[in-house]
């Protein structure tokens, strides 16, 4: 007989659980590690020291950056005092050269020097404009050649990098987490690790996330928002609540030869405290589609023919072919709704399982075939 129930179609797909946020540590310093104030499971905050790398050598590089620094500065304000006052004589001895030449045209007009006097005055008036132009000026005052600046610009550049690499001979942790990996030691380089493996990872275990592969011929009914049940090992057979937070836009291959490709999905785990770990496999139960009160029999009480879907009713002593549309599938149930014209109901009785052998019409006996 058909029962009135809530029933659900659940996707199970197992995946590896990891924190929402993880971050991997290195270092450029070729530097010697001297202190790892933390372990592999410690909880640190953003910020917190993770190792102290040795900073001699880094130290006397920024010493000689800020060296380097300072004597560009000193030497671009010299230049820049020499130029003030080189351009000072220069715009006197340019006055000086017109009123010598203005003089020298006077008295030539005049015819009381010779045409020599006159050229050897404006030649001196043009050498005297050179030596102006000469000259870098800027909001009225000369300065010094912009190599000068540059050269300041490059050794600030330099000192700042310095006292950057400074700063990071204390490895700091970049976000609130635990510790999941120490993969180094004291008395080792910072910058030698084998397999270009990071000095440490973070990892926030706060919040988890459990990441599947969907099938293409599913994703269609997965969501974001969905609910999800996840159950593992670790569980004990107890189960924690999840939803679906992202679906990948893109797919990739299944593996194995398979031309099927899945979907990158993530559930995260909502519930607190739970026992789930990152690093383990767990497994997600979704709720594809679900119908509460819905009329389900065993799917093998429904038989196809000719692309349409029937149940075999017993009534009266006869055999019915009722057709069915198909609800929502379950693992071993499906719901059934009967196409208009037809009625189904909790006391329908139904062959267990239908055959063209039981024709539309037959007469069967309560006792022979009634129940199967």
Not at 85 to 105: E, F, M, P
Not at 205 to 228: F, M, P, R
Not at 246 to 267: A, D, L, N
Request: hydrophobic content about 35%.
């Amino acid at each position: 007989n058909p029962v009135r129930k809530t029933i659900q179609n659940r996707l199970t797909v197992t995946g590896p659980v990891s924190g929402t946020d993880s971050v991997d540590v290195v270092s450029n310093l070729h530097a010697e590690i001297l202190e790892i104030p933390v372990k592999e499971g410690d909880k640190v905050i953003k910020g917190q020291t993770l190792a102290v790398l040795d900073d001699s050598d880094v130290k006397r590089e920024a010493e000689i950056a800020r060296n380097d620094y300072d004597l560009a500065v000193s030497t671009c304000n010299e230049k820049n005092k020499e130029a003030r006052n080189g351009y000072a004589k220069a715009v006197q001895d340019l006055k000086t050269a017109q009123d010598n030449y203005n003089r020298t045209k006077a008295l030539y007009d005049g015819g009381s020097v010779p045409l020599v006097d006159l050229e050897t005055a404006e030649n001196g008036l043009h050498d005297a404009e050179r030596e102006k132009d000469a000259y870098t000026v800027k909001n009225g005052s000369a300065v010094a050649d912009d190599s000068y600046r540059l050269q300041i610009e490059k050794a600030k550049f330099d000192y700042e990098k310095a006292k950057e690499q400074l700063d990071n001979t204390v490895l700091k942790a970049p976000i609130d987490g635990t510790v999941v990996r120490v993969n180094t030691k004291v008395g080792r380089f910072a910058d030698k690790m084998e397999n270009d493996a990071p000095l440490f990872v973070i990892e926030n275990l706060d919040n988890l996330e459990l990441e599947i592969k969907v099938s293409e011929y599913t994703i269609g009914k997965v969501a974001v928002g969905q609910e999800a049940e996840i159950s593992a090992d670790i569980l004990n057979g107890e189960t924690v609540h999840g939803e679906v937070i992202s679906i990948s836009p893109t797919g990739e291959e299944k593996g194995g030869g398979s031309s099927e490709r899945v979907i990158p999905t993530k559930i995260r785990v909502t519930d607190q405290d739970t026992k789930l770990i990152a690093g383990i496999t767990a497994r997600a139960s979704i709720v594809l589609e679900e119908s509460e009160n819905a009329l389900t029999v065993p799917v093998s009480a429904v038989m196809e023919k000719d692309g349409t879907n029937y149940v075999q009713e017993i009534s009266d002593g006869t055999v019915s072919w009722v057709p069915v549309d198909i609800g929502v599938e379950g693992d071993v149930e499906m719901e059934i709704i009967p196409v208009e014209g037809s009625s189904l109901d909790e006391n329908s009785v139904l062959i267990a399982e239908p055959g063209e052998q039981y024709t539309d019409g037959m007469a069967v006996t309560s006792s022979g075939k009634q129940g199967e």
